[in-house]
């Protein structure tokens, strides 16, 4: 080979950090770090697994059949206005293949899910972070001060990933009114914040609902997420995606657990109980935690560095998800996904060990 390999590259691929696997977690770790449900997924779900594996040599079907009917009626959209994707996540690479070419920009309200960062950098697209407030909300004025003929599209995470914190509809009007961008709303955590815009999909042609089964339907290692827009976006959306995106399993588990959703009822209302309790737990060990509409909490420790409490779990098998220094914060932050009365316990007790370990040096 007479050029090297970087020559040949798109040059956007150097831009990105290469991936590296994370170390095994032992069966017995309690894995906070991911924000994923504690919980089995629903019996039925696994029964529709059993049935559909002796399927697996034949392809999905193309658009995804009848899980897209089954939204439909979940959502009371039509079935031209729900499209399936791998995971949201994947839903996110193809909007911003769809809307955004090289040197466009893509609005951050940060701090928020990395994701969107890095979709925007793979098709050579322009984050243009806005600060959130203090209290992590958004401010319309300084993201309406930031729009120019370049922006395609504002992402909001709603609630937001990693600040737990909820965006109220009257801004989310406020925004797609005031905007010509696409506006991506991403309900990542519906079922549990309760908080939709789906019903205006009809009336703003420019709004994007995102959603996914990671969550509340404890379904993360699935890979299945949903958007839901315009027919007209929703066309666009598949010219672009991959014949089968969403494998025959994540087809049958979805459809099976929208049919048990008195299970993922019963779900959200153990985690929000045990959120209650681990807020607590953490506030009296000192921790400032803020307003959670999720299944996870922000906190901000005192004294110790996120990155200090982090680590030093990590080596008892707790894992959080350390933001220390991340995204124009300073270093005293971590995310604690709700886990099990008994892992929360466990996490409690390994901070005050901590905490007063320290104290006591
Ligand atoms: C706001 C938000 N959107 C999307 C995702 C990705 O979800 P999925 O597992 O469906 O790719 C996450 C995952 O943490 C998230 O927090």
Do not use: H, W
Request: proline content about 4%; glycine content about 6%; overall charge negative.
């Amino acid at each position: 080979m007479k050029s090297s390999l970087e020559s040949l590259l798109n040059s956007q691929v150097l831009l990105l950090p290469s991936k590296k696997p994370a170390a095994a977690k032992g069966p017995n770790s309690i894995r906070l770090d991911k924000g994923e449900l504690p919980f089995a997924p629903s019996p039925l779900v696994i029964e529709a697994l059993k049935r559909e594996i002796s399927q697996i040599n034949r392809y999905p079907e193309l658009l995804g059949g009848s899980l897209r009917k089954a939204l439909a009626q979940y959502t009371q959209a039509k079935v031209e206005q729900i499209i399936l994707g791998n995971g949201s996540d994947d839903l996110i690479e193809l909007i911003l293949k769809v809307f955004v070419a090289p040197g466009d920009e893509v609005i951050l309200p940060s701090p928020t899910f990395f994701i969107y960062e890095f979709a925007t950098k793979v098709v050579g697209g322009i984050p243009i972070n806005v600060a959130r407030n203090k209290q992590f909300d958004i401010e319309i004025e300084d993201i309406l001060a930031r729009l120019n003929s370049k922006t395609k599209i504002i992402f909001l995470a709603n609630p937001n990933n990693p600040t737990a914190n909820l965006t109220s509809r009257e801004k989310i009007i406020e925004l797609l009114e005031k905007s010509d961008c696409l506006v991506v709303v991403d309900e990542c955590y519906y079922e549990i914040a309760g908080l939709s815009v789906i019903d205006l999909i009809e009336s703003y042609p420019n709004l994007l609902v995102l959603r996914s089964f990671s969550k509340s339907f404890g379904l993360a290692g699935i890979r299945l997420g949903y958007a839901l827009a315009s027919s007209q976006i929703i066309d666009y959306l598949y010219r672009l995606a991959q014949l089968f995106p969403v494998n025959r399993l994540a087809l049958v588990a979805g459809e099976a657990a929208l049919g048990d959703l008195g299970y993922i009822e019963e779900n959200i209302k153990k985690i929000i109980q045990q959120r209650v309790l681990l807020q607590q737990g953490l506030e009296a060990l000192g921790l400032q935690v803020y307003p959670s509409a999720t299944n996870f909490l922000f906190a901000r420790t005192t004294g110790i560095t996120s990155a200090e409490l982090v680590e030093s779990l990590a080596q008892q098998e707790i894992y959080l998800a350390d933001f220390g220094l991340k995204q124009g914060l300073d270093a005293y932050y971590l995310r604690i996904a709700v886990g099990s009365e008994r892992e929360n316990e466990l996490l409690l007790q390994a901070i005050s060990e901590k905490i007063t370990g320290d104290i006591i040096k």
